[in-house]
């Protein structure tokens, strides 16, 4: 695949506090606010907006198709065009990606993205019916339909391949939970010890509570431009350097045993024995990363990129992505957190955000919410949004953004620059 | 012609269930029966009453599958169908304590990922007859199935084998 198009920036963003139920704001006035305060932070309007593209995920939880119009509507979008996107958990970054291409086509010189979800129009149980919805009816649905045990038995099976322990699963957990103590949009900081989160009732073993993350109402809003359009509105605009796509089967149990499609860091060698991805990996993953590095002209991701924040849905995930995108090697992701390395002051600080586990995961919301908290890194504007610099990195040049979905079914990379 | 302006809406002792007030949030009920086909997958499912667990195989590859599924996705051909042994080994499982509502009153249930022999894919189930701890992974297991059908691929589950149980817990 190859990438031709305009160079895309992002320009402005803005998030609401992500909460488990707000019932005085609907999904429009949620993401209302989180507009405003993109437009306000650069002092733009809507005439600077040429488009959109929403991003939600589920129909069912307000019963209500054609939730993007009513927000297009309620943000004053109307007549502009506008599409929504939709691919489970990685709807939010199908979404940002659907709207680079809208400006680097040079359809649009500028795009707006919003996300939002609430799911507090119902209880957690049928929340969790709704979001096993998004797992093939006919065969998985009916015998588990239940998310987090199809996640328990990909661990699992990552744990048998590695020796990868729940200890280290747990220190996932205490990482994103303090990082979110700096972060004033976090859903749920807390202060966390390997017990804690191994004494919280299990959900599905191994995975307890606290590995896994809560339902949110909450909203997302990423303003993209073209270059002359992106200087025009601000002065520290940040480059989408590159964006890929990765898709895996629907049902967990057609995954293949195959190679690993190595990174430019890897050789065969490296996994002689290994069958891949069989259920310990995600290959939609590694896809994603593949071709967001290509375009990045990234050979060696531990070093070239400075932030990182990437879909923990559940503590095991984020093992398992540290190695889809190469920060270390399949099977060494349990200790890549164990010694630290994805710590904010580790070499390269992981979710520095809180990520899903600590911020919520209102699911079309999330992916821009990534985008947002990356963009304000890498523009070094986080004491401006948070209130606080204690999750300001000292080197913030180059970030990387990842969405995903049911286990692993799309997922997106995204890599961001600071331009100055 | 009819034009009433004395025109009066009947009022009905139905109402609904109100759970705040500020804001206004009130109770909302949706129920739906399908008309759902399993289509080009129904022989899997009619199968169970044989006792048969059903894959398929590719006409062209030769790629072997522990679910249904007509085209090949390594080659893009026709699959036939192709009877799954009855025996397997646990390649992966969980034991679920929480879940979907509809599942709830199920829990706690295991879930596994089953291998079988000469098949290149897996096939997910429910496991019984087994406490939590002692699943693991390479468990000799084995397919049974449901003698009143509730056509759903529930109508097969799965039991340790007689080795397994020979063998006694964890490995």
């Known amino acids: 695949m190859k990438y031709k198009g305009r160079d895309v920036y992002m320009v402005s963003g803005g998030v609401t506090k992500f909460a488990k139920a707000i019932p005085g704001m609907d999904f429009r006035m949620r993401v209302k606010k989180a507009f405003d305060y993109a437009l306000e932070d650069i002092h733009i309007g809507l005439n600077d907006i040429d488009g959109s593209v929403a991003s939600y995920f589920s129909d069912h939880f307000q019963r209500q198709l054609m939730s993007g119009i009513m927000v297009q509507d309620y943000l004053g979008l109307t007549p502009k065009p506008s599409k929504r996107v939709e691919g489970g958990g990685a709807t939010g970054g199908l979404a940002f990606q659907t709207g680079f291409e809208e400006v680097a086509s040079g359809r649009m010189d500028s795009c707006v993205v919003y996300g939002f979800e609430n799911m507090s129009h119902v209880n957690t149980w049928k929340g969790n019916e709704f979001i096993a919805l998004a797992s093939d009816t006919n065969f998985d649905y009916p015998v588990g339909g239940f998310y987090t045990g199809y996640y328990a038995m990909m661990a699992r099976r990552h744990m048998h391949e590695f020796g990868t322990t729940v200890e280290q699963l747990a220190k996932v957990s205490i990482k994103n939970h303090k990082n979110a103590l700096n972060n004033p949009y976090a859903q749920s900081p807390m202060n966390l010890t390997v017990e804690d989160v191994r004494k919280a009732p299990m959900v599905a073993s191994p995975l307890t509570r606290l590995d896994v993350c809560a339902m949110s109402d909450g909203a997302a809003v990423a303003v993209l431009a073209s270059e002359e359009k992106a200087f025009e509105m601000t002065d520290h605009p940040v480059l989408i350097k590159s964006i890929g796509t990765g898709t895996d089967t629907m049902r967990l149990a057609d995954r293949p045993f195959g190679k690993v499609p190595l990174l430019p860091n890897e050789k065969e060698s490296d996994y002689k024995q290994l069958q891949y991805p069989g259920i310990h990996s995600f290959r939609a993953g590694r896809s994603a990363a593949r071709e967001a590095y290509k375009g990045a002209e990234i050979t060696d991701p531990l070093e070239e990129l400075d932030a990182i924040e990437l879909h923990d849905a559940y503590t095991s995930s984020e093992i398992q992505t540290y190695e889809d995108l190469g920060l270390c090697k399949y099977g060494e992701g349990g200790h890549f957190i164990e010694e630290g390395k994805s710590s904010i002051n580790g070499k390269i600080p992981v979710n520095f955000s809180g990520g899903l586990l600590a911020c919520g995961h209102p699911v079309g919301a999330t992916g821009i919410m990534q985008a947002v908290f990356m963009f304000w890194q890498l523009q070094g504007s986080i004491k401006k949004h948070f209130g606080n610099d204690k999750l300001q990195l000292g080197r913030h040049k180059r970030g990387l953004i990842h969405s995903h979905a049911g286990t692993g079914t799309y997922v997106t990379v995204s890599i961001m620059e600071a331009v100055k | ?171």
């Not at chain 2, 109100?18 to 129904?42: N, R």
């Not at chain 2, 790629?63 to 599924?69: E, K």
């Not at chain 2, 199920?106 to 699943?135: C, K, Q």
């Open chain 2, 1 to 171: 012609m009819t034009l009433n302006p004395n025109a009066k809406m009947e009022e009905t002792q139905t109402g609904t269930e109100v759970y705040g007030f500020d804001p206004l949030v009130v109770k909302s009920h949706y129920e739906i029966d399908y008309i759902h086909s399993y289509a080009q997958d129904s022989l899997f499912f009619t199968s169970m009453a044989k006792r048969k667990l059903m894959g398929s195989k590719c006409k062209k590859c030769g790629y072997v599958y522990g679910t249904p599924r007509a085209h090949c996705m390594m080659c893009g051909a026709e699959t036939e169908w192709y009877q799954l042994p009855n025996e397997g080994k646990v390649h992966s499982y969980t034991t679920c304590f929480f879940g979907s509502e509809e599942f709830l009153p199920e829990t706690p249930f295991h879930l596994v990922m089953v291998e079988f022999e000469g098949v290149n894919s897996l096939f997910m189930a429910r496991l019984i007859g087994a406490d939590a701890e002692d699943i693991y992974i390479g468990m000799p297991i084995r397919a049974k199935f449901r003698r009143n059908l509730k056509i759903s691929p529930t109508d097969v589950y799965f039991v340790p084998t007689e080795e397994a149980k020979s063998k006694g817990a964890k490995h």
